[in-house]
Structure formats: structure tokens, C-alpha cells
């Protein structure tokens, strides 16, 4: 098994990445010497899968276990959904030593660490991420939130986890479509932060696709480690963590146009980087060949780089809701090569105009 801390003063936590490991989890928790009451929050589908092999581990570890189930896919990340889970944490009578645990994909730990960061001001979080993004991504840097119907993730906190167990081997019974769009975030860390690992993507396609555990284990790992590098120096994102946002501010754009059922979310990011791409391309930043390495790699991994049908005055209404505004004005996340990034502020409207015309299929 690896280990990593991700290292944030009393907020520091550790996340454990291997292969089948999921039956060690009631004893990390016992390590952990939390209360003796735990929610775990899942879905139907991972509950299927995994929830017993969890809910067993953890009840041999000594604790009392209770389960809630959310609906699946992203509409149910939704303040609607969030209130069923409020009645549901004052059912299993949790208290302030009590801890929810996150057993799922990216939509599953953002809603159960966003009643995590509110149910009684606050009580003990860990992250079981089930899907390639929540791995490599979500389960990691603690934003917790849900959606409103007008942007993504407006209603939400920072609210680390106290542990994160990544098991590679659950990834199997991913939908091929998950997979690959999960693959979009870990290889957004490589396009901002290093190029080498950017590379990796490029020269282990089949291995990757193939869910080798060497290859995974590697990617989740290095993935973590970034984040976890960009998140100790900027928490809260006054800085520097807005560079985890690459091919967000038009990707969560077209999540809320299309009311979060057309895309999951890393395909919306895949387009959303393209576009970046070519804005960065047209301010003359970014060299062509940097803009279609990029955006091979998106196609190679069987992401959309395209859409159809959408206005180009609707997604621009909607950058506008994008957490980066500030006063009015719309920051882009921008490379100047592959593995640099830097924050661009009021972009002329004219020219991602332009790109989405070019992005339309
Ligand atoms: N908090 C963050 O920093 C952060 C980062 C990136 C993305 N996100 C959020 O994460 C969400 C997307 O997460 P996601 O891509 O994991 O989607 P998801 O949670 O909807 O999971 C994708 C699908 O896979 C299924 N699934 C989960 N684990 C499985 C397994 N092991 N085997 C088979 N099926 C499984 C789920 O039931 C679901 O149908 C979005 O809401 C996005 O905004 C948050
Ligand atoms: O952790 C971060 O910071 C990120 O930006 C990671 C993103 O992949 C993720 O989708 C995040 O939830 C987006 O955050 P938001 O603040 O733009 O809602
Ligand atoms: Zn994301």
C-alpha cells in the first residue's frame, strides 16, 4: 500500500492508495480514534458492489453502522438531496464524534462532506472514493458542496476529510464512459503541473485504459501528490489552487446549461480544456502544437472535444456564476506550455466567442 499526507497544519490527513484494500478500512478508522457512530453515504449501484465488504469492516472495527443512499448522478447533488440526508444523520443519532464516510464517486463525497461540514456545525469525514475521478480528484483538497440550478458546486464549504482509502481494484466495475471521464482530471494535473506526467498519459494509453494496478496506482498516487502539493500552499483558494480549475470555467458552464444531465463532469472539463487551449492559443501564449497535443490526448482517451445545440449567449451568461469572478470579471485558468499555468483576467469576449464557434460540432 502508499501513503501520502496531504499536510495542512491540525487539518493534515492521510490517503491510503492500493490494491484491495477496502477490508482494512474499519481498522484505519480505529486509528483514527473517532466516536463510535458512523453514516456511511453511498448509492444504490456502490452500495450493491461494496457496501457490505465496508459495512462489515467497519461494524469488526467496533462501530456502529448506519447506511443512507442518494439517488445517482449529478441532478442528485442538489440541496433537495441534502436535506433527506439531514433527517437521515438525525435518525442514526449521530453526534459530534460521530463520522461520515463517503463510499462512491465525486457526487457521493462532495454531498456527504457537505453534510459533514454542516450537521452540527460540523463532524468527522472520511472519504472512500469509488471511481476514478474521486481518486485521483474529488476525495482530495476538501471542497465539499452541491449544486444550484443556476451554477455548479454555488453551495459549499472546505471541509478536509480526516483519511482518504483509494482502492484501485473497485475501478473494474467502472462503466467504460466513467473511466474515461474520470481520466480527464489526472491528466489536467499533468497538463498544469508536469509535463513528464503528462507523458505518461501519452506513452500508457493501454495500460491505463486496461486498469493495470501498477499503472493506476501510479496515476492516482501522482495525481494525489499534486493536488495535494497545490492545496497545502493555498487551502482555501486565494491563489494559486484556482489552477485546478483548467478547463472548469466552460466546463461547468455547460453542466448547468444542459440542467447536469447531458455531460458527466469530466467530459464537460475535456471540452472546457480544449477551449482553454485554443484561448490560450489566440492570445498567442500557448504554441499550436501544445494546443494539439492536448487535444489528442483527449481524443486518444475517447473524450468529447465538441459540442452541439448549445448558445453561445447562454454559456456566456453563465461564466458569469463562475466561483474565479471577481468584481464582475471572469478569470481563465491559461497554459503557456504544457506543465505552466498562469491566471488570466477579462478575456475579450470576442475571441471566446470565437473558440466556442470553433468547438461547436
Ligand atoms: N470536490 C472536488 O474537488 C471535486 C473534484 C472533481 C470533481 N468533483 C465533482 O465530482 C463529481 C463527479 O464525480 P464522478 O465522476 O465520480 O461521478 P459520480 O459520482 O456520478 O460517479 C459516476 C458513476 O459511477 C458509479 N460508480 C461509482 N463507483 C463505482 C464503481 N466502483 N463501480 C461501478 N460504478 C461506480 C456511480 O454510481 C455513478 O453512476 C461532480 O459533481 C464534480 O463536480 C469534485
Ligand atoms: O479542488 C479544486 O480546487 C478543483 O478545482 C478541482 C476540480 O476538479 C473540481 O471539479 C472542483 O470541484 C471545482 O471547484 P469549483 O470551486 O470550481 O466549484
Ligand atoms: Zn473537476
Redesign the pocket.
Known amino acids: 500500500m502508499e501513503q501520502l499526507r496531504v499536510d495542512l497544519g491540525e487539518r493534515s490527513y492521510d490517503i491510503k492508495i492500493g490494491y484491495d484494500i477496502l477490508a482494512n478500512v474499519g481498522e484505519y478508522l480505529k486509528e483514527l480514534k473517532l466516536g463510535s457512530k458512523v453514516l456511511i453515504i453511498t448509492?444504490e449501484?456502490?452500495d450493491s458492489?461494496?457496501g457490505r465488504e465496508v459495512e462489515q469492516a467497519i461494524k469488526d472495527a467496533g462501530f456502529g453502522v448506519s447506511i443512507a443512499k442518494i439517488g445517482?448522478?449529478?441532478k442528485y447533488?442538489s440541496l433537495d438531496t441534502a436535506r433527506e440526508l439531514y433527517d437521515q444523520a438525525v435518525e442514526a443519532n449521530l453526534d459530534r464524534s460521530s463520522t461520515i464516510v463517503a463510499l462512491?464517486?465525486?457526487?457521493?463525497?462532495?454531498i456527504a462532506g457537505f453534510i459533514a461540514s454542516t450537521y452540527m456545525r460540523g463532524v468527522n469525514f472520511v472519504q472512500i472514493p469509488?471511481?476514478v475521478?474521486?481518486q485521483v480528484?474529488?476525495s482530495v483538497?476538501g471542497?465539499?458542496?452541491v449544486n444550484h440550478p443556476q451554477g455548479?458546486?454555488l453551495i459549499g464549504a472546505f471541509y478536509q476529510p480526516k483519511l482518504v482509502v483509494a482502492d484501485v481494484k473497485?475501478?473494474k466495475?467502472?462503466?467504460e464512459r466513467?473511466l474515461k471521464?474520470?481520466l480527464v482530471?489526472v491528466i489536467k494535473h499533468g497538463m498544469i503541473w508536469d509535463e513528464e506526467f503528462f507523458r505518461f498519459f501519452e506513452d500508457n494509453r493501454e495500460d491505463i485504459l486496461n486498469l493495470k494496478p501498477e499503472a493506476m496506482i501510479y496515476a492516482v498516487k501522482r495525481s494525489c501528490e499534486i493536488k495535494a502539493e497545490v492545496v497545502a500552499q493555498d487551502e482555501r483558494e486565494m491563489g494559486v489552487r484556482a489552477i485546478l480549475n483548467y478547463g472548469h470555467t466552460i466546463g461547468h458552464a455547460l453542466e448547468a446549461i444542459t440542467h447536469y444531465q447531458r455531460y458527466?463532469?469530466?467530459e464537460a472539463v475535456a471540452i472546457g480544456i480544449l477551449a482553454a487551449a485554443k484561448l490560450a492559443n489566440k492570445l498567442g501564449m500557448l504554441d499550436l502544437a501544445d494546443v494539439t497535443r492536448q487535444e489528442n490526448i483527449l481524443k486518444d482517451f475517447g473524450l468529447p472535444v465538441s459540442f452541439t445545440e448549445l448558445d453561445n449567449d447562454d454559456i456566456l451568461k453563465s461564466l458569469a456564476k463562475d466561483k474565479k469572478v471577481q468584481d464582475g470579471v471572469i478569470r481563465f485558468v491559461l497554459l503557456e506550455e504544457i506543465g505552466r499555468v498562469v491566471i488570466k483576467s477579462d478575456l475579450p469576449h470576442n475571441i471566446i466567442r470565437e473558440v466556442l464557434e470553433e468547438l461547436r460540432g
Not at 462512491?104 to 462532495?110: A, I, K, L, R
Open positions: 448509492n449501484l456502490v458492489l461494496y445517482d448522478g449529478e447533488k462512491g464517486g465525486g457526487v457521493v463525497g462532495d469509488t471511481t475521478l474521486s480528484d474529488s483538497g471542497k465539499v458542496a455548479k458546486n473497485v475501478l466495475t467502472l462503466e466513467q471521464a474520470g482530471e458527466v463532469h469530466g
